[in-house]
C-alpha cells in the first residue's frame, strides 16, 4: 500500500480578527520528512488536490505527476479532515491533515481506522 502526502485539504476559513484565528490554509510546496517527495497541494476542481512533482525512490510505485484528491472539512483553523481518493490505485482512504505555522502532517488511515500512518511536510523554499 503506497502512502503519499497528503494527505490533504479543504479551502474553507474560520472566521476571526486575529491572525491566530484565521484558517490555515495547506496549499502551496511541500517535502516530505523522509526525503522522498515533493508535492504540490492545490486546488483541483472543487477539491484538494496533492500532486507528486518528484519522487527519489519509485520503487514502491510512487511516479512524477501521481495524484491523490481529497476532499476535506475544516475541523479548526489549523486541522482539516475527510476522505483522500488515489485515482492510480482506485483506493480511498481516510485522511487528517493538521497544517501548523511552518510544518504540515498527514494522517492517512485504513480499515476503519484500525491502520494508520502520519507523515510529516515542511515546505520547499
Given at each position: ?18 491572525v ?7 496549499d ?21 488536490c ?6 527519489k ?44 505555522d ?20 515542511v515546505?520547499?523554499?
Open positions: 500500500m503506497i502512502w503519499r502526502a497528503a494527505a490533504i485539504l479543504a479551502l474553507a476559513s474560520v472566521g476571526g480578527s486575529a491566530a484565528q484565521q484558517a490555515r490554509s495547506p502551496g510546496v511541500w517535502l516530505r520528512d523522509d526525503g522522498n517527495a515533493r508535492v504540490r497541494i492545490a486546488p483541483c476542481g472543487s477539491e484538494l496533492a500532486t507528486n512533482l518528484w519522487i525512490d519509485t520503487s514502491k510505485g510512487e511516479e512524477v505527476g501521481d495524484r491523490l484528491i481529497m476532499s476535506l472539512d475544516r475541523k479548526s483553523h489549523s486541522k482539516l479532515a475527510g476522505t483522500a481518493y488515489d485515482p492510480k490505485r482506485a483506493r480511498s482512504y481516510s485522511i487528517t491533515v493538521i497544517v501548523g511552518s510544518s504540515l502532517t498527514t494522517r492517512g488511515c485504513i480499515l476503519g481506522g484500525l491502520l494508520c500512518r502520519d507523515v510529516s511536510w515546505p520547499a523554499n
